[in-house]
Structures are given as C-alpha cells and as structure tokens.
C-alpha cells in the first residue's frame, strides 16, 4: 500500500523472489506457449500468465493474444533479427486484417489504439500498421499515396520525438492518423494532432534531450549551411537550450547525420522549402542564447535576420510592450522575468506553429481523385491509428504542466480500455481524471480560475489543497520538493512543479510581438503565414499594435480573442480536443495492443518486476479472466445476424429474436468434440442484443470464413467451366 516505505532495490528483489519461486505446475508443450491466453490450462493467475509471457520471450515470441486484444513485448531492439521482425509484423497484420474485413462488413469505423508506458514500442506499432494498411489497400511503394505518407512520416517523427528516461525515440505529440475509407477502399490519410510538449523546446527533465531534429540538424548540416543560418560560430555546448549532458557517441552522430539526409530528401518530396524551415529551427534555438542586456548581444541581429525583420523591429516586439492607462496607450521595457517568459514563448511558438504547418501541408495533399459518389463529408467510415503519448511515473524529479496532461491523456484511454475490454470503469483512474479535470473541483478549473484572475503557483497549490484535503490521491513530497504536491495516479505516484503552471496555461503571446510578423516589415512570407489569422484579426483595425494577446499554440479564426485575451487556456483546449478524440473513438470500434516494456535498456533482458508493474496497469489478468470465462461481445440482433448468417441460413418468416437462437441452435448442432474444447463457448439472446463469449467469436469466424472461402471456390469452378 505504501511504496515509498520501501526501499527500491528491495522492493525489486522482493518481486523477482516471489515471481521467480512461483509454484505453478509447467503446462506440457502444447500448453506452454499458447497463442491466445485464453487457452491456458490450469488457473489463470498473474504468475502463471508471467510464466507463458516470460517463456515466449525466452523463445523469441514477443506478442500473444488475449482474444481479439494483442499484447506485444517490447519494440524491436538494435539485437532484433530480420525473422523475429517479420514475425512481429505478422502479429499486426493478423489484427489489421481483421480491423479491414470489420470495416468492409459492417461499414462501421475502426480505430486501433496502442496503449503502454513510454518506450514500449507504440510508435513503432503505428508505423507498422499504417504501412500494412496501404499495401493491403493496394498502394505499393511506387505509388504517389506510399511515397507522401513515407515522406510525412520522416518529416514530423524527429521534429515531435526526443530522448526521455528510458527510450531514445519518445513521442512528444499526440497524433490521430484517420484513414478514409469507402467499401474496403482507401481514399485519403489524414493527421490530427491532439496535444504536443512544446515547452521540451526550453524546458526538460535531466538527462534527457531536447526534440531528435536538433540533433539530426548539428551532425548533418554542411558548413556552408551552418554559415547561411549563422550556426557556425557555435557548437552544441554553446547553445544554451541544447543538452550537455547528452553524450553521443559516434555511431548515434553517423546515425543523426543519415537522418538529417532522409529528413531533408522527404521535406522535398513534400514540396517545402527546405530553407524556411532551417531558418524557424536555427532562430528557436538561437534564441535561448539571447540576454536581457541586447545592445551587446550578437545573437540579437542573428535572430532577427533569421526571422526577416529589423533588430529594432525585433526589440520593440520582445522588450516592450504596450499597454492601456486611462485610454491612453504608452509603450514600457518589459522587466527581465517577463521577458524570459516573451523570449520562451516566441520560440515554442515559431516551433510548434511550423510542425502543425507540416501538419496541414501533408492533409491537404489529394493524390488521387475522388469518385463524385464518395465525395462525402464526413466520409463514409475511417480507419483510425492513434499514437498518444505512454505514461510516466516520476519520484526523482517534479514534472511539468505538459506531463501532467499527458498522463491525463494517458490515464482517458486506459479508461476506455478498461470499459471496452473487461466491462468496468476501474475507480482508481476514474478518481485520477476527475481530480485532474472536473468541471467543478478540479486541478484544471482551480488553474483556470488563477489563471484569470493572474494568481501564483503559490496560491494554487493552497486553493487546490484546501479543496481536497481530504483526497487519499494527493500526498506531499520530501523536503527537496517542498514547493511541489504530487498525486498518486494509477500507473504510479508524480510529483509536479507548479512554478511554471499558469503561465505554460496562459499561453498567450503580445500583439507587439506578433505585429513584427507582418508583411510590411518581416520578409519572410513562411514566418507570416504562421501567424495569418493573428495578424488579420489584429490589422482589422486602425491602430496597431494595441493592448490584446493571442494563443502561442496555433488556433483557427474562430477561437480568436474577442477581447484583450484569448477566451480559451492550454487546459481548456487540451479538455476539449480530448473529449472530441474519445468521442470520434466511441463512434467506432476500438481495437487494443497492449505494449509492454521488457526493460530500461536496449537489450534482450527480461526484467519481472518492471513487466509486472505494467500487467497490473494494463489489467492483462482481468482481461484473460474476462476473454476466457465472461461474455465479453455484445452485437446487434440485426448486426448479429447480418453477420452470422452464411454459416446456417434460417427460413425467412421468422421476428429477429427466433432468427438469432435458430441460428446458434444450427451452429451448436455443427460443433465437434473437439472445436475450441478448452475455451468458454456460449451465447444469451436478450431482446435487442446477442451476447457471446470470446471462444464462441472465434469459433463463428472460422466458421463464416471457411463458407465464404467455399463459395468462393464454387464461383471460382463455376467461372472456369463457363470460359
């Protein structure tokens, strides 16, 4: 109940203990790695289920399923052979054909979902399934559609990853890939980000880097390009907001520079310029090397003619602002704790403004023509590839506002996971979103009231505290983090630092520094285009600039400020583009793959205690127990029988509720003695819906493909002789 009375490394040593003394009897070799982990003889208990997994893995088999749920250890290795990846691949391309067939039979959308801490290979899985996807659509890889999804890909992946604690290549961004599709084809791929980690840009935790591109960019550029974009006066320990305790050792610097040489070839697939966004990403950087004190600094002019602006057009955006007295508007130098909060904010801004640029760019690439009878909004049905950020616990170090929404987004889909998967809304996450998101209470509405009312992390700790005093889920850290608090989440305890909570909230940028971005005086149309619709709103009026602040994130002509600030915070915005995201998921049906790290290094090891913790997060007992024993599918009569039908056509003049059980009676009557004798198979017919077990599922779809794969050959003779 209390980890942290326990030391760490006996808390490890206690769990290896009593994982590797279980007394469970081996299962013969028929048993001892079964395929799906519903057909496990014996009890089904977490030592047991440890056991199959930790021998599989022994035996080069890193994915199983629970029924129609995949779970997968670990991502391929730098030690994964060319086999064991093609097995892996394998394991997905079975799911997604069934996601496929799901989506051309029922004409219903589908959406998979990998779930996992951060490093567990969800990412990779994505990647995998999205290129499967294409191939079984038909696209090889000389097609326009492989070759621009390819090429977005290799763009946006080091620009929205970074090394973390635990995996060189985190993704930073939350992107929903929606595939549209029409009777089995597939007509466009579409990226939706969801929530994205900017402030990684300035801010991160130790040992740990800051975004992959910057590093790909200092071992790939030329020297010549290092001139161009005043680069070449500085190596990575003198810039400020590169890490230095990053070490590289050569072959992660040869591995950088072939990256850099694929980002660039893809950006010009793409058809964008590769000068304007090295000028973004060389100006992002460069400003963290700026002073307070710019009349000595060179890094001032530097910046400023990556931008395409003025140096004093530059200062009087950065330095100064204008505000109202009485009417009145007067122009101030800003104190330096508000210029480092300008200075932070036009970096994050420009960077974060260009990847969602990228973003649009790809989406509004056609590279086919769409038939006039599919042109359709929104389209018919989708298959959708969700990469969403893993969860991470942290003991040693307070985390940002940033990390808290991404375990928040995090904690949403093991909610849905839990409810789609074994039928039950686990409390403890439930008590973890509300404390963070409630409407009334929580973390996010006291951050907003602050927020408005320009509060302090001060006062929002003691408001937030005094609110849930009595809540089991807060606990104060050590002496070392007197100024933080922490919650106790479901995958495991955080400590936060709400130094920096309202004003990463806030996310506000100045019409001074905007105004700089305006065609009269920036000469880079690509630095403008970022900012079109604040500079539109903000010159639809005669005097410019004036006292009114807009989003640092981008934000479309409807959410701009009516105002002097922005309606709308990073929390508010984060809340709703989630609800919308689960809402798009609950409209279709989900598929999971349980990801599961095997370690914190890059090996082949299997390490219990770590693997353990993740079981019990990802609730891998109850959802054995749930596929094996309980009736986990609920369908539609009319679907059910739509379905199920070829297998034993019933006569016609019948109501649906008799249709259905003469159906089952048939399909119980073709059963042998030995058809999937070791799982559960049943079925319970109720007066809207048909409920079934995972053993009943699989029997009725082997059986429906061995009727179709007949029929086929029926046709396929039938057509021969004809000829």
Same mark, same amino acid.
């Given at each position: 109940?209390?980890?942290?009375?326990?030391?760490?490394?006996?808390?490890?040593?206690?769990?290896?203990?009593?994982?590797?003394?279980?007394?469970?009897?081996?299962?013969?070799?028929?048993?001892?790695?079964?395929?799906?982990?519903?057909?496990?003889?014996?009890?089904?208990?977490?030592?047991?289920?440890?056991?199959? /997994?930790?021998?599989?893995?022994?035996?080069? /088999?890193?994915?199983?399923?629970?029924? @129609?749920?995949?779970?997968?250890?670990? @991502?391929?290795?730098?030690?994964?052979?060319?086999?064991?990846?093609?097995?892996?691949?394998?394991?997905?391309?079975?799911?997604?054909?069934?996601?496929?067939?799901?989506?051309?039979?029922?004409?219903?959308?589908?959406?998979?979902?990998? /779930?996992?801490?951060?490093?567990?290979?969800?990412?990779?899985?994505?990647?995998?399934?999205?290129? =499967?996807?294409?191939?079984?659509?038909?696209?090889?890889?000389?097609?326009?559609?492989?070759?621009?999804?390819?090429?977005?890909?290799?763009?946006?992946?080091?620009?929205?990853?970074?090394?973390?604690?635990?995996?060189?290549?985190?993704?930073?961004?939350?992107?929903?890939?929606?595939?549209?599709?029409?009777?089995?084809?597939?007509? =466009?791929?579409?990226?939706? @980000?969801?929530?994205?980690?900017?402030?990684?840009?300035?801010?991160?935790?130790?040992?740990?880097?800051?975004?992959?591109?910057?590093?790909?960019?200092?071992?790939?550029?030329?020297?010549?390009?290092?001139?161009?974009?005043?680069?070449?006066?500085?190596?990575?320990?003198?810039?400020?907001?590169?890490?230095?305790?990053?070490?590289?050792?050569?072959?992660?610097?040869?591995?950088?520079?072939?990256?850099?040489?694929?980002?660039?070839?893809?950006?010009?697939?793409?058809?964008?310029?590769?000068?304007?966004?090295?000028?973004? /990403?060389?100006?992002?950087?460069?400003?963290?090397?700026?002073?307070?004190?710019?009349?000595?600094?060179?890094?001032?002019?530097?910046?400023?003619?990556?931008?395409?602006?003025?140096?004093?057009?530059?200062?009087?955006?950065?330095?100064?602002?204008?505000?109202?007295? =009485?009417?009145?508007?007067?122009?101030r130098d800003l104190e330096e704790k508000e210029w480092e909060m300008a200075r932070t904010g036009l970096a994050s801004s420009l960077y974060m403004r260009t990847v969602y640029m990228i973003i649009r760019r790809v989406n509004s690439h056609h590279v086919s023509p769409v038939p006039d009878c599919e042109k359709t909004f929104p389209p018919p049905s989708f298959i959708g590839i969700l990469d969403m950020f893993g969860w991470q616990s942290s003991l040693q170090s307070a985390c940002s506002m940033e990390q808290l929404c991404m375990n928040l987004c995090s904690e949403h889909l093991l909610q849905l996971y839990n409810t789609s998967t074994i039928s039950s809304d686990c409390s403890d996450i439930a008590a973890d979103i509300h404390l963070v998101s409630s409407a009334e209470s929580g973390l996010f509405q006291c951050l907003d009231r602050e927020t408005h009312r320009r509060g302090d992390s001060l006062s929002l700790v003691n408001t937030f505290h005094s609110i849930h005093r009595t809540n089991q889920k807060l606990f104060k850290p050590d002496t070392n983090y007197s100024s933080c608090f922490g919650i106790k989440h479901y995958m495991g305890p955080v400590i936060y630092d709400p130094s920096h909570f309202i004003d990463s909230n806030r996310d506000t940028m100045s019409a001074d520094l905007i105004s700089i971005f305006h065609k009269t005086s920036c000469n880079s149309g690509f630095i403008s285009h970022l900012y079109q619709h604040e500079l539109k709103h903000l010159y639809s009026e005669p005097t410019v600039p004036r006292v009114v602040a807009y989003r640092l994130s981008p934000t479309s002509y409807l959410e701009l400020p009516s105002g002097d600030n922005p309606e709308t915070t990073l929390s508010h915005s984060l809340n709703t583009k989630l609800n919308n995201l689960l809402k798009t998921i609950r409209s279709s049906q989900p598929h999971f793959v349980l990801c599961i790290k095997p370690n914190q290094k890059d090996n082949a090891q299997f390490d219990q205690p770590l693997i353990v913790s993740q079981f019990r997060t990802l609730n891998i007992l109850e959802a054995c127990h749930m596929m094996a024993d309980g009736l986990p599918h609920k369908m539609k009569m009319t679907t059910f029988y739509a379905l199920y039908r070829t297998v034993n056509r019933v006569s016609k003049s019948m109501d649906m509720v008799t249709k259905c059980k003469r159906l089952i009676v048939k399909i119980k009557e073709g059963m042998d003695d030995n058809s999937l004798s070791s799982a559960n198979i049943e079925w319970v017919v109720g007066k809207t819906h048909v409920s079934f077990s995972e053993g009943a599922r699989q029997m009725m779809e082997r059986k429906r493909n061995w009727t179709r794969e007949m029929a086929a050959r029926r046709i396929q003779r039938w057509w021969g002789l004809r000829r």
């Open positions: 109940q209390n980890m942290n009375a326990i030391p760490e490394d006996e808390f490890k040593y206690s769990l290896e203990k009593l994982y590797s003394s279980a007394t469970t009897v081996s299962p013969s070799k028929e048993e001892a790695n079964p395929d799906d982990l519903i057909y496990m003889k014996g009890p089904c208990t977490e030592a047991s289920i440890i056991n199959v /997994l930790r021998s599989r893995f022994t035996k080069n /088999l890193f994915q199983t399923w629970i029924g @129609p749920v995949l779970v997968q250890i670990g @991502p391929p290795t730098s030690q994964t052979t060319d086999s064991n990846l093609g097995t892996r691949e394998n394991y997905l391309d079975t799911l997604l054909k069934t996601v496929l067939e799901n989506n051309c039979t029922m004409n219903k959308s589908q959406t998979v979902i990998p /779930l996992g801490m951060a490093g567990a290979g969800k990412t990779w899985s994505c990647l995998v399934m999205l290129r =499967r996807l294409l191939r079984k659509c038909g696209y090889d890889e000389q097609t326009d559609m492989v070759k621009h999804v390819e090429a977005a890909g290799d763009v946006i992946r080091p620009m929205v990853t970074a090394r973390v604690r635990g995996s060189k290549v985190s993704s930073r961004m939350a992107i929903f890939t929606e595939c549209q599709m029409s009777q089995g084809s597939l007509l =466009r791929v579409k990226l939706h @980000p969801v929530f994205m980690e900017k402030n990684r840009l300035f801010r991160r935790g130790e040992s740990e880097g800051n975004f992959n591109i910057f590093h790909q960019m200092f071992a790939g550029m030329t020297n010549s390009e290092l001139a161009e974009f005043h680069l070449s006066e500085y190596s990575v320990q003198d810039l400020k907001w590169m890490p230095h305790t990053h070490d590289a050792d050569d072959q992660t610097e040869l591995e950088n520079k072939t990256s850099f040489g694929e980002w660039k070839r893809s950006l010009a697939k793409l058809g964008i310029p590769l000068s304007d966004i090295l000028r973004v /990403l060389a100006a992002a950087l460069l400003v963290g090397n700026m002073e307070y004190d710019w009349r000595s600094d060179p890094s001032v002019g530097r910046v400023a003619k990556l931008l395409g602006v003025e140096q004093e057009c530059l200062v009087g955006g950065l330095w100064r602002r204008t505000q109202s007295i =009485r009417g009145t508007l007067v122009t």
